[in-house]
Every structure is written in structure tokens, then in C-alpha cells.
């Protein structure tokens, strides 16, 4: 049962004057983000030139990290239910495998490394679940922004909707507008990186039988195939019976013949054999990655695609993207309260070094798949080699970095490392049954107190304790399985931001400075 | 230091080298790594097995 793109039934709204916050983009990255602004009370205005979600599967891979982010946002378990979940890829070399690895091997998490879900059905979520806050998320499809400009103190956008054209002022303008963001474009700002000159095809097939030996929803990526000579190929299942196949074409491939089923059927039936398909969506793109030196300009801030875009093996641009809002949101809506609009430039800081190390990771998968020189296609033919029998080759095969969340160790927020990465999952016994510690989290600043430290807490801060046996309590959540102690250490205190990473652990000492670095931090501008 | 930063820094070495100077480079690091190597035997049996990998990537010993 394929996905059913009906038009989004948008009645013209009423224009408004002015709202703290317009979200340019109604995409994966655009309504998350109007979703956590609304869960912290900001209000939002949320333009879309489109009228129904986004055809094509896009973006499919989803990362724990994405997901923890979405249960805080209330679409989380409809993600996993829906979703595939895979932990298994099987990477083959010609027409033998190599090797397999599992992503997630060990239990006790919520959700799994990753699930495939078209990109589609996310934004159906996210939309549905926007929908949750009618006084706070203003969603307006059919409404092209035209043009703005930044008073300095506001900005000032013109939208036009099939109602006619009006102005819209808002505090904060965020341009989730997309790789080919326009607002980028309107203000001239230079996208800049590496582009790479081999062609992708990417097809979505609807086939109701695994072509291949396995049941199980693994990952599969072939280097020189025998059904693909001398290129590579992945092949990944989502829900609905609907595989995504990535094939990889020349440098000189012809963009709109190869775009054509004519050209794409014969080559999905080399790999497929006789198992029965339908397409259901194809695509043929050259990637890059770029990103803008700065994200913040101004009272116009950039995320997700519109901000940095990397090829997509590894699955960095729609997580990256999430991870950008995330990131954004409790920022955001605390200068909104009266926080010092340094807050903001720590978005800068964080999100520029995630999307570094995601550009690193993805333009250095895309180099061992598209050698460029002899040298480089020697090299890469002798690991692909020594790997079948010497595993202690295998980590320089290269199919894609996964996505992993950044850490914002050593970064201006943080204290000492290793604080700085996200939360780690665990099962915790609470007065209401069993539940996650990410469930339990709330989405503003608190303090994790595991066991017994020697901390001083702040009375404004909120607490969540954990200790290791006994009954609990309202108060008290206890260790389950010792996940809590092996994960997260022993009488230490993490002090949690509203997004989950972990600011500064103690195991002695007052808490305080670390809460208030949190609240009106400052970076240092580097020269 | 990962193996995907090892890797970016071989290929960095190879980029602007002709056939002649690739192979030269190579040789080079093959002499400084087994002249490295602390265990000799090590050394000895790793020259072997890199000589004896056929086409499809199996071993033929």
C-alpha cells in the first residue's frame, strides 16, 4: 500500500503583523523545529511554497539520535512502528561478501541504530503532530516567500499565497529552505566545498519478495558488483514493500537519458533477476558537499540542507538536519525569553563543527567509492581484496560513515570532556513501571543525580535521581540490570541541556556555574 | 588516529604523483613500516600473505 500524497487542505489564514519566529521550509527540519519551539511555548509561522509533502522516499535512514529526538517531540513511537529497523550491513566485494557488522549489539536502548522510513511519512508525522498546537504552529502551504529584509531589529518577509501577497515581520527569520535555498541565494552568501562528478541513480521499487538470501532489513553495499561492473550499489527496505537502490553511474553518464526507465529497467532487472518490481520513484543527481562558513546572520539563521549539504551515504543530511533544529530550538526560545543572543552564536559553534565532522565523513566515503587516480583505484581494490580474509583491513573499506550525533565536547557550553555527547539511553524502574531515561528527560535544563555525589544543587534546577536499588518513587527512578551505572557512571551528577546532551558531570561541588554558563553563555569568537 | 584518517593521509601523499613516483612512494613506506615492525616474524609472514591473495580476494595458502 503505497503512501497517499493527497494535496494539504490549507485554508488561506489570516495575515499576521509580526511573530517571534518565521520558519522558512516545511520540511523534516522546519516543522521539527516548530514543534520544539511550540513545546516551549514560542509561537511560529511556518511557509511552504509546496502543497503536499515531498514526493520521492529522499531522505530514508533515520539515527537513534534522530529518533530520541523525536520521542521528546511526541512522533517517536509512530517513527519506530512504522519504520524498518535494521542493525545489520552486509558489505560485498564483486559477488562474494566480505563481511558483516551489526550498528547496535547491545540491548537496553529505546530505539535501535537506525530506521528506514520515507522521508514522506515523516513529514506526514511531523505535520500531523504540528497540528497538536494550533495556537503556537501557524502552518502555511502554498505560501512562497518573495523577498525580505533584516530591519536590524526584525525582519520583514513578503509572502505570496493564492489569497494574494502580504508582509509578514517576525524576530527571528529561519531558513529551512533546502539545499537550493532561495534565501541563501537572495543574500549572495557564498555555499562553498567539494563537488564530486559521478552521477548517482537513485530508484525507489515496490517488490512484495527480498530478492535476496536474507529476511532480516539489512543494509546492503556492493563495491563492483557483477550485475553493476565496475561501479557500486546499495540496496536498503523501507515500509510497504518499497527498496531503495542507489546505483552509481560514470562521471560522463547523460543526466536526462539515464533518468528515463527505458535506461533505469534494464539495470534494476541485472540486479533484481526475476523477482517481480514496480518502480515507484527514480532520480539521477551528481552530489556535493558545502556548507556556509556562518549559519547566524543577522536575525536570519540557517538550518539543515539550506545551511550545509553532504552526499549521502551515511545518512547525515536529514539526521544532520534534525539534529540542526534540536539544537536551535531551546536557544532560540530562550533569547526569546530575555537570554543574552550569545546563546545563539553556541548554534553557530556546535552545529558548524557537526556539520565539519558530517562533510569529513561523507566526502571521505564518496572519495573511496569514485577513485579518482590509478594510484587511488589500486588502493582501494587491494583493501576491497586483503578484506575478505584479513579482517584487520576492513575498517578502511569505506560505504558510508553512519550517522553519529556530534559531540560538543570541549565546546563553549560544555565543561571539562568527555561532556558534551548526548545522553545514553537505559532501561530505569520508575513509580509508573519501566521507562527509558530518554523518555524521562524533560526538554529544559536538569540535573541527573546517579547514586550519591557530593554535588550542591541550585534551587531553580530540576532533578531526576537514580538510584541503585530499593522502591521507587516519584522522586527516585532505580537502576535496572546496572545499565544506568555501566553507561552513565557512579555517584556522579550530569547536568542535562534542554536537548539532552550533557553539559558538565560532577562528582563533587556546586552545580551552579555550570547551570549559569549554560544560561548566558558566551563563545569565544575565534580570530 | 582512525583508519579513515590514515587513509586520507595515503591518498593525500599519491595526489600530484605520476605512475612512476606512486610506486616509488609506495615502496618507500612498505621498507619504513616492515624496517618499524617490532616483531620480525610478524614482518616476515605479513610479505607472504600479501603475495598470496588471488583475484577474487581469497587466500590461496
Aim: glycine content about 8%.
Amino acid at each position: 500500500m503505497a503512501f497517499d500524497f493527497a494535496p494539504l487542505a490549507m485554508p488561506d489564514p489570516p495575515p499576521v503583523g509580526r511573530v517571534p519566529v518565521v520558519i522558512v521550509g516545511a520540511g523534516p527540519v522546519g516543522v521539527t523545529l516548530a514543534i520544539d519551539l511550540a513545546q516551549r511555548g514560542v509561537a511560529s509561522v511556518v511557509l511552504d511554497a509546496k502543497d503536499r509533502v515531498s514526493n520521492g522516499s529522499r531522505a530514508i535512514c533515520w539515527a537513534k539520535r534522530t529518533l530520541e529526538i523525536f520521542d521528546r517531540l511526541g512522533i517517536g513511537d509512530r517513527m519506530l512502528a512504522k519504520g524498518v529497523t535494521w542493525t545489520v550491513g552486509r558489505l560485498f566485494h564483486g559477488a562474494k561478501e566480505v563481511y558483516a557488522f551489526d550498528l547496535l549489539p547491545e540491548a537496553g536502548h529505546k530505539y535501535p541504530a537506525f530506521v528506514n522510513l520515507q522521508q514522506y511519512y515523516v513529514e506526514h508525522y511531523l505535520i500531523e503532530r504540528a497540528s497538536d498546537f494550533p495556537d503556537l504552529i501557524d502552518l502555511r502551504f502554498h505560501s512562497s516567500v518573495t523577498d525580505h529584509t533584516d530591519r536590524g531589529g526584525h525582519v520583514v518577509l513578503r509572502v505570496e499565497a493564492p489569497g494574494g501577497a502580504y508582509a509578514l515581520e517576525a524576530d527571528y527569520v529561519i531558513a529551512c529552505d533546502g539545499s537550493g535555498s532561495p534565501i541563501r541565494k537572495r543574500m549572495g552568501l557564498p555555499f562553498e566545498g567539494q563537488s564530486f562528478d559521478e552521477h548517482f541513480l537513485i530508484a525507489d521499487v515496490e517488490m512484495a519478495e527480498n530478492p535476496y538470501a536474507s529476511d532480516a532489513a539489512e543494509r546492503h553495499f556492493w563495491f563492483e558488483p557483477p550485475f553493476h561492473p565496475g561501479e557500486s550499489a546499495l540496496l536498503h527496505k523501507q515500509p510497504d514493500d518499497i527498496w531503495r537502490i542507489d546505483l552509481q553511474l560514470s562521471p560522463d553518464a547523460d543526466r536526462q537519458a539515464e533518468a528515463t526507465e527505458a535506461r533505469v529497467l534494464p539495470r534494476l532487472k541485472a540486479m533484481l533477476g526475476d523477482t517481480p518490481f514496480r518502480m515507484d520513484w527514480l532520480s539521477v543527481y551528481r552530489f556535493r558537499c558545502a556548507r556556509l562558513d556562518r549559519f547566524i546572520h543577522g536575525r536570519v539563521i540557517f538550518a539543515g540542507d539550506s545551511a550545509h549539504v553532504v552526499s549521502p551515504f551515511g545518512a547525515r543530511g536529514g539526521n544532520g538536519g534534525v539534529q540542526d533544529a534540536d539544537n536551535l530550538g531551546w536557544k532560540l526560545a530562550a533569547v526569546l525569553d530575555g537570554a543574552p543572543g550569545a546563546l545563539l552564536a553556541t548554534y553557530d559553534e556546535e552545529r558548524g563543527h557537526a556539520a565539519d565532522e558530517n562533510i569529513l565523513n561523507s566526502s571521505r566515503a564518496t572519495t573511496f567509492m569514485t577513485p579518482k587516480t590509478p594510484v587511488e583505484r589500486l588502493l582501494r581494490t587491494e583493501v576491497l581484496r586483503l578484506s575478505h580474509d584479513h579482517a584487520a583491513i576492513r575498517p578502511f573499506i569505506n560505504s558510508g560513515r553512519l550517522s553519529k550525533p556530534a559531540s560538543y565536547e570541549g565546546l563553549t557550553l560544555q565543561g571539562p570532556p568527555p561532556a558534551g555527547t548526548p545522553l545514553r539511553d537505559a532501561r530505569i524502574q520508575t513509580a509508573d513501571g519501566p521507562r527509558w531515561l530518554i523518555e524521562v528527560v524533560p526538554g529544559h535544563a536538569c540535573l541527573l543525580i546517579l547514586g550519591a555525589p557530593d554535588v550542591t544543587v541550585p534551587p531553580d534546577l530540576s532533578v531526576l535521581r537514580v538510584a541503585a536499588d530499593g522502591s521507587p518513587s516519584e522522586a527516585v527512578a532505580i537502576d535496572i540490570d546496572s545499565q544506568t551505572r555501566a553507561r552513565l557512571g557512579w555517584d556522579v551528577a550530569h547536568l542535562l541541556r534542554p536537548d539532552g546532551h550533557i553539559a558538565e558531570t560532577l562528582t563533587s561541588g556546586d552545580v551552579a556555574p555550570a547551570l549559569a554558563r549554560l544560561r548566558v553563555a558566551q563563545p569565544v569568537v575565534a580570530e | 588516529m582512525t583508519e579513515d584518517d590514515l587513509y586520507a593521509l595515503l591518498l593525500d601523499a599519491h595526489r600530484g604523483l605520476g605512475e612512476a613516483e606512486s610506486h616509488a612512494l609506495n615502496a618507500r613506506l612498505v621498507l619504513l613500516l616492515l624496517s618499524d615492525a617490532a616483531d620480525r616474524a610478524r614482518a616476515a609472514d605479513l610479505i607472504v600473505k600479501a603475495r598470496d591473495v588471488a583475484e577474487d580476494g581469497s587466500s590461496t595458502t
